[in-house]
């Protein structure tokens, strides 16, 4: 196998990228100063030793804990639960939401052998049993998954007496809070409901 193939056949191994965008991808790199590349490397090797989970909400950050978790300025009364470290990036960057945030890190998914005991479930009934938290808001992916798990953490959570809300539609079946766009995942916020 040539370089170049096998360059093509790493990139095509990333979410989201089909050989198509893969040989693209190759073709950007290998045309671009070195300089360049290098940095990209770089960048990539510095973030894969550096990144870790942060230790109250399990998203990924540099320093334990995250700046979510250390900034007294957030409403500690406020939990909003989500499936991956990405979907924190989503609902922050709308300043909608000043609230904790928990990561799940997935959704239960039975087909792949994915149950509650594989995701960072415990840990959530562990924090909201220290009393400060008086919602929980599920913002789980709007597919079978997410509303799987959705319902599964609201009748888990039930009997610990906090308001549970789920994000109102407004995102599409089958798609993911990463991408949805910045209007969209406010609605989704303001809307969502008690479950």
């Known amino acids: 196998m040539s370089i170049l193939?096998?360059?093509i056949e790493e990139l095509s191994k990333l979410p989201g990228i089909g050989r198509k965008s893969a040989q693209r991808i190759s073709f950007y790199l290998l045309k671009v100063p070195e300089e360049e590349v290098?940095?990209?490397?770089?960048?990539i090797e510095s973030a894969k030793r550096k990144l870790k989970f942060c230790s109250v909400c399990f998203n990924l950050t540099e320093k334990d804990p995250c700046a979510i978790c250390a900034d007294?300025?957030?409403?500690r009364t406020t939990l909003c639960v989500v499936e991956e470290p990405s979907d924190v990036l989503a609902l922050d960057r709308i300043r909608e939401y000043r609230g904790l945030y928990h990561v799940l890190h997935g959704a239960i998914s039975p087909l792949d052998g994915i149950g509650p005991e594989r995701l960072k479930v415990k840990e959530l009934v562990a924090r909201?049993?220290?009393?400060?938290?008086?919602e929980v808001i599920l913002a789980t992916n709007p597919d079978a998954?997410?509303?799987a798990t959705a319902i599964y953490l609201g009748k888990l959570l039930k009997p610990l007496e906090v308001r549970i809300t789920r994000i109102a539609r407004g995102l599409p079946m089958g798609s993911d809070l990463d991408y949805a766009d910045e209007v969209t995942l406010t609605r989704a916020l303001e809307g969502r409901k008690e479950m």
């Open 128 to 134: 909201l049993k220290s009393g400060q938290i008086e």
């Open 72 to 75: 007294s300025e957030r409403d």
């Open 38 to 43: 290098l940095r990209l490397a770089s960048t």
């Open 5 to 7: 193939n096998e360059l």
């Open 145 to 147: 998954e997410g509303e």
